[in-house]
Structures are given as structure tokens and as C-alpha cells.
């Protein structure tokens, strides 16, 4: 095999089309961009994605970055709809703060404890000598006069 005395031939140097085609816009975008000042050299398509992402529009940028900006675009639109259609749900009062959510649910608590408690002091003595027949009755007859008077006492509560 002969070698040659000649030197590597030198990288050769993209063409605007080239460069254009590379970073995905056309070569009118690109030209807009040669006339500013500051634009590196055209062979560098790193250095000219890094230019296209400060200075271009999100038409103009590499199809990378327009998919990666669209990705967060979209990310940030859905969560604005989450926050508006929780927002309006507040509004047509389905929802309620946390701060009224938590009152309303500590008033309903002292209300069950303060009947459990009232149960604990009264069915022992109605309950002694009796068979576990009749104080299952009794207890299910407690428990659905509970059941009714907590449905009053709540739907008072959250008004």
C-alpha cells in the first residue's frame, strides 16, 4: 500500500443550506441570524444551537428544543387547568378550605365522642343481668338513634 505525502484534507465547511437543514429552520431564519452581530463561525452547529436557544424564537429553534419547550408548555398549561377547575369547583361551593374542612370535622368528632362517652356511663347499668340477645337489641337501637341524630347534627354543622 503506497502512502501519501499529502497533509489530511481539512474538515470541510458546512454551507448555509447545510447549516440551515443541521439545526432544522430555514435558510431565510438563518440569514436573519447571520446579519446580527455576535453569530459564531458556520461550521460550529453547537455554537449555533446554544445561539438559537437564547436569541430565536420557539419556531426557530432546533426540533429538540421546540419539543422540549412544548413538552414544558404543555406541563405548565395543564396544571393551570387543574388550579382554575379547582378554583371554580370552590366557587360553586363543592369544595371547601381546609381550614373549614378541619373545624367541620373536629366539631363531628366531639359530637360522636360526647355520645360515646354518654354511652359508656349509661348502657353498663342497662345492660347488667341481661341476656346478649336483648343487649345486642339494645345497643342496635342505640346505634341507629345515633345514626340519625349524627345525620341532623352534620348536615347542621356543615351549613
Known amino acids: 500500500m503506497k502512502k501519501s505525502n499529502r497533509p489530511p484534507k481539512a474538515k470541510t465547511k458546512l454551507t448555509k443550506s447545510q447549516l440551515a437543514l443541521a439545526l432544522g429552520i430555514s435558510r431565510q431564519a438563518l440569514n436573519v441570524h447571520l446579519k446580527a452581530p455576535g453569530h459564531p463561525p458556520i461550521d460550529d452547529l453547537g455554537a449555533w444551537e446554544v445561539l438559537l436557544a437564547e436569541r430565536g424564537r420557539a419556531g426557530t429553534s432546533p426540533p429538540k428544543l421546540r419539543d422540549a419547550i412544548a413538552r414544558q408548555r404543555l406541563a405548565i398549561l395543564k396544571e393551570e387547568h387543574k388550579k382554575r377547575a379547582r378554583e371554580n369547583r370552590i366557587a360553586a361551593k363543592e369544595l371547601i378550605p381546609l381550614a373549614d374542612a378541619r373545624r367541620q370535622v373536629c366539631e363531628a368528632m366531639g359530637i360522636v365522642f360526647n ?24 345497643f342496635s337501637a342505640r346505634i341507629e338513634k345515633h345514626r340519625k341524630d349524627w345525620k341532623a347534627k352534620f348536615d347542621a354543622i356543615s351549613t
Open 115 to 138: 355520645d360515646m362517652t354518654c354511652d359508656a356511663n349509661e348502657l353498663p347499668p342497662a345492660c347488667a343481668g341481661r341476656p346478649a340477645v336483648e343487649i345486642g337489641i339494645i
